[in-house]
Every structure is written in C-alpha cells, then in structure tokens.
Nanobody, 122 residues
Framework: QVQLVESGGGLVQAGASLRLSCAAS????????MAWFRQAPGKGREFAAA???????YYSGSVKGRFTISRDSVKTTVYLQMSSLKREDTAVYYC????????????????WGQGTQVTVSS
C-alpha cells in the first residue's frame, strides 16, 4: 500500500504562484509514476502533470510552460510548482501513483491522495 497526502493548496490571485506537495509513505515508490490530476467544480478529473521513475515529465497542454513537477532526492515527496495561475486553474488537485510507466488516464492510477483545494481569484 502507498499513502499519499497532499498539502499546499489555498486561495491566490491570478498571476501568482503556488507549490503543492505530495508526501508518499508505505511501499517504496522509486519505480512508480507520480502524477497530479485536478477536478474543477462540475467537471471530470483531468490530467495535469506526471513524473516517471526515470525522471521523464509529461504535462497537459493547459499547464505546460506554467507548471513543473518534481520530486525530492529521496523520492518520497513530489511537488507541483504552479506559476502564472489563472482562474481556470481553480480545482481540487489530487496526487496519484501507479507502478510502472506513464499514463494520462486516472483509471490507471492505483493510489490517490485526498486532494487539496486551489482557488484562483481574479
């Protein structure tokens, strides 16, 4: 089992930056793909960013160039640095993990955190 706990959400103004953290515990995730998904009110869960075990990164078109996914050196915490935030980035952000390779599909991820709310005001 892998436990994921997100933190760092909050209320910010458009154009600001915010960093989300996802602390992983339990089974070692060194061979896992870690990802961030988000879900806006009334919408489905959408892929935002992913980081594979061998440090390949993937981003959705809506966040590419503004968000950066990374992890710490001991590979127990994954970050999502968000810059130039827009109102449409408002959502609950979820950390997810799956053994093996990258996937943009939420159904492919086995482990999920509880989510952290990000609200961007204009």
């Amino acid at each position: 089992q892998v436990q994921l706990v997100e933190s760092g959400g909050g209320l910010v103004q458009a154009g600001a930056s915010l960093r989300l953290s996802c602390a992983a515990s339990g089974r070692a995730i060194s061979t896992y793909t870690m990802a961030w998904f988000r879900q806006a009110p009334g919408k489905g869960r959408e892929f935002a960013a992913a980081l594979t075990w061998n440090n390949n990164t993937y981003y959705s078109g809506s966040v590419k160039g503004r968000f950066t996914i990374s992890r710490d050196s001991v590979k127990t915490t994954v970050y999502l640095q968000m810059s130039s935030l827009k109102r449409e980035d408002t959502a609950v952000y979820y950390c997810a993990a799956r053994p093996g390779e990258y996937s943009p599909w939420s159904d492919d991820y086995r482990y999920w955190g509880q989510g952290t709310q990000v609200t961007v005001s204009s």
